[in-house]
């Protein structure tokens, strides 16, 4: 939905500036913004790290793309 907000000139550009510095919209800022303060996350609270089990091996089969999802199924089907 498209909507008006007035905001404070400071705060405006402060947020251009951080949006352009991370590679991101204005719009997704004020966004994650308001996610954090209406659901209550203290915001710059880092999730835990997620450590992820690995098994030794080669890598994936020549000729798989994990991009491609639909080739990814064929192989998978054949």
């Excluded at 951080?18 to 209550?40: I, N, P």
């Excluded at 098994?55 to 089907?77: E, I």
Aim: charged share 30%.
């Amino acid at each position: 939905m498209r909507t008006t907000i007035r905001l404070d000139d400071r705060l405006l550009e402060k947020t251009k500036k951080y949006a352009l510095s991370h590679g991101t919209t204005f719009t997704s800022v004020v966004e994650d913004a308001l996610r954090e303060k209406l659901m209550g996350r203290p915001s710059g609270k880092r999730q835990p790290a997620v450590k992820l089990k690995t098994v030794n091996g080669k890598g994936t089969h020549a000729g798989v793309d994990l991009d491609d999802s639909s080739s990814l199924q064929d192989l998978m089907d054949s």
